[in-house]
């Protein structure tokens, strides 16, 4: 069947694929290498750093879900973005990246730049004029954040890929915080998708996991071979507990947004919360886009604290259904400290760059009941005015 929804796709992929029981849901393939039928003649399968049943069924269902020709499956998100800069670049070629990145995509690409790998340039891709002159440079890749990681700040997929594919250059895009479910880069002319298949496609944060979807099958052949060549490549059960989280995708990630759209009103009404960061917000820069591009806003939301440091550290610790803790996109609802915490590596001139101040707080909205959620936040709130 063709033109499958996106929640039918995460339910039904690998469903009754077994043959030798007919079990309804596939089993674990452990199993490090395969038996050759005969000598010379190579199966499917031989190594499973270069593939394995569970990794393929994983791979099957991501590239459906994004539109792509296929996918490679790796150990974590920062190992995708790794593999694809390993595939396609030479110390002379220039990937151009988002100023406001998440914190270990900086690192990544800062770190290897130095080394000489690579030429990085980090640009605030919502100027124009900044962009063009970074695409004069001729870069050989791009990377697009959209929303952004922690400013949900949101970019025109369509029209930085016809810039970029004018001079030449690939476009990656980073859809962690949308999912297939709510954005479809490569539909919008991107050549390559990249996820922290950690964060909402697995759901429960219990893996940790990475995936790379290309558009052309023969940019998903290198990339298969490269894997392979620097052992980037997922495991076995990381891969069919992805795929088992995979199958609640649909359901989940529209209970994150209902929850995440009543806290967002919530908030707008506390006078301990200056600035909030959501593109469902009409204010919000990037609102008519993300209307455009998108067909859900999401549930990643950051705002920035109107009190002291100190308040705002009062405020966090007296959180009892927001957990401290880095991540996102999992069943259980976070808050973090993004230039302490995900962002830290970046430095205090890039985070100032990247508008990622002291007072920010990042929120993953989990499936805890949402009144339950806006009352704890509330008692924090509370607490943090009559402490200061």
Not at 18 to 35: E, K, M, R
Not at 91 to 110: K, S, V
Not at 169 to 177: E, G, K, P, R
Request: net charge negative.
């Amino acid at each position: 069947m063709t033109n499958r929804k996106p929640a039918t796709v995460a339910v039904r992929t690998g469903i009754e694929s077994d043959t030798q029981y007919h079990a309804v849901v596939p089993p674990i393939y452990l199993s490090t290498n395969y038996g050759f039928p005969a000598f010379g003649e190579v199966p499917k399968y031989d190594y499973t750093r270069s593939g394995n049943p569970n990794r393929g069924l994983l791979e099957q269902a991501l590239s459906e879900l994004e539109c792509g020709a296929d996918a490679v499956v790796t150990n974590c998100g920062t190992s995708a973005l790794n593999l694809w800069v390993s595939a396609f670049l030479t110390p002379q070629d220039l990937i151009i990246a988002p100023h406001d990145c998440y914190g270990g995509t900086y690192r990544l690409f800062n770190t290897r730049a130095k080394k000489g790998d690579f030429k990085v340039l980090f640009v605030d891709q919502s100027d124009e004029q900044a962009l063009a002159e970074a695409m004069a440079q001729h870069p050989k890749l791009v990377l697009l954040e959209t929303p952004s990681n922690p400013l949900v700040r949101v970019v025109d997929i369509e029209k930085i890929c016809q810039q970029a594919h004018a001079v030449g250059a690939l476009v990656a895009v980073d859809n962690t915080f949308l999912t297939p479910v709510y954005q479809k880069p490569l539909t919008l002319g991107a050549d390559f998708v990249v996820h922290s298949t950690t964060k909402y496609l697995n759901g429960h944060s219990d893996v940790i996991g990475g995936v790379i979807i290309s558009k052309a099958a023969q940019h998903a052949e290198e990339l298969k071979w490269w894997g392979n060549c620097i052992g980037a490549t997922g495991t076995p059960f990381d891969s069919y507990m992805t795929l088992r989280g995979l199958r609640t995708l649909g359901a989940r990630m529209r209970v994150h947004e209902e929850s995440s759209q009543l806290i967002l009103n919530y908030l707008q009404s506390q006078s301990l919360v200056k600035v909030i960061y959501h593109p469902s917000l009409p204010e919000h820069p990037g609102h008519e886009i993300a209307k455009k591009q998108q067909v859900g806003f999401g549930s990643m939301l950051s705002f920035e604290f109107a009190g002291s440091f100190e308040q705002l550290k009062y405020f966090v610790g007296k959180l009892d259904l927001f957990s401290l803790a880095e991540s996102l996109g999992g069943v259980e609802s976070l808050v973090c400290h993004p230039a302490s915490m995900t962002h830290r590596a970046m430095g205090e001139e890039a985070l100032a760059e990247a508008g990622v101040s002291q007072q920010l707080l990042r929120l993953s909205v989990g499936l805890e009941d949402a009144s339950d959620l806006i009352a704890d936040l509330d008692q924090a709130f509370n607490k943090a005015k009559e402490a200061f």
